[in-house]
């Protein structure tokens, strides 16, 4: 353990110095779930010191625009939508969502003299939220690339439900530990504390990943379906950079609930977490209330120590130890582009 140490003690990005406003600009975020967004309504959302809105245009795509009218800065979420064009509640400034461009001022059909027009940014579909990108570069250094696969190792069918939760902390600190692997036994309830220490790591490097095994706690789901006497489950975790993790966990042989998460900063310490939990065992949609409360019970217990007894200071003043080597990778990574 003490060689891990030694070799990882220069990996230590200190976060707290890190504008966390740059994620914005270099890399694809998401912003809301595609559930949210209502057909002829715009959906606002509230950033660190700036606001967008998102609506479905006629065609099913999405348009996302800086919530605020390049006339006199009025809020553009305020305004009516309809037809794929925006109209500022301020002065009736109406803009095409597609193109940006003013289509009527004050109800002349010449605007040819208005200058400025709508601020658009760049969006795509991905796990079912919308996401944008606010950069000025034709590409982001980050990108919205896709986790393992849900259904990696297994035939069966799965069932999924979505939702979020707030939590204020900042990004770093809630990415690092979504990739935690030992606080599972001390934290959440269907941990092990009686036999916490992860069991047959591996490692992988180029997917950002580990997998290893813990025996099951009492609370356990896995202690009760799996029959086969085991009592031992198997994970992996992994993440990408900057804002998104996924913890797939298998047992029973076949059984597989997967947790995906992806991150968007909406204040410097305040960060909401678009989760996502897959399972392909119990898959009935009656089932989904339960499984829904024991998710945001799950998050509620990551909520209490991140935000009352999570304080980790100065990174460079850590100890880590091998079982923190995903989040050594996670610090190593965004260290090179941050």
């Not at 944008?132 to 982001?140: A, K």
């Not at 190792?153 to 979504?178: M, P, Q």
């Not at 935000?307 to 610090?331: C, F, M, S």
Request: glycine letters at 6%; one cysteine or more.
């Amino acid at each position: 353990m003490l060689g891990f140490q030694n070799a990882h003690m220069s990996i230590h990005t200190n976060f707290a110095s890190v504008d966390v406003k740059k994620l914005y600009t270099t890399s694809w975020i998401p912003i809301c779930q595609e559930k949210d967004v209502i057909d002829k309504k715009i959906y606002n959302i509230d950033l660190l010191d700036s606001s967008v809105s998102v609506t479905r245009l006629s065609d099913g795509s999405y348009s996302v625009f800086e919530d605020r009218c390049p006339h006199r800065g009025a809020k553009l979420s305020g305004g009516i939508f309809g037809n794929d064009c925006v109209k500022c509640p301020y002065h009736h400034m109406e803009f095409d969502c597609k193109t940006s461009e003013v289509v009527q001022f004050l109800g002349s059909p010449d605007v040819n003299h208005i200058k400025g027009s709508l601020q658009l940014y760049k969006n795509k579909v991905h796990d079912k939220l919308v996401w944008i990108y606010m950069g000025s570069e034709d590409e982001p250094i980050f990108h919205a690339n896709e986790l393992v696969a849900i259904n990696e190792g297994t035939k069966r069918e799965f069932t999924s439900i979505h939702g979020y939760c707030d939590v204020k902390c900042n990004i770093f600190d809630a990415l690092e530990n979504l990739i935690d692997n030992t606080h599972i036994s001390f934290v959440h309830s269907f941990g092990n504390k009686m036999d916490p220490e992860p069991q047959h790591t591996k490692r992988y490097v180029d997917d950002r990943g580990v997998q290893f095994s813990y025996q099951t706690g009492s609370q356990s789901i896995a202690k009760y379906l799996d029959m086969s006497g085991k009592d031992q489950v198997s994970v992996y975790n992994n993440f990408r950079e900057p804002c998104s993790a996924m913890s797939r966990v298998k047992f029973a042989e076949d059984m597989v609930k997967c947790v995906r998460v992806h991150l968007l900063p909406i204040g410097e310490n305040k960060t909401r977490f678009f989760w996502g939990l897959h399972r392909n065992f119990l898959t009935s949609s009656n089932l989904n209330p339960v499984f829904e409360y024991f998710m945001r019970q799950t998050l509620q217990e990551d909520k209490v120590i991140l935000e009352n007894l999570y304080n980790p200071g100065k990174p460079e003043k850590q100890v880590l130890t091998e079982h923190d080597w995903l989040i050594a990778q996670y610090r190593k990574r965004m260290e090179t582009h941050l």
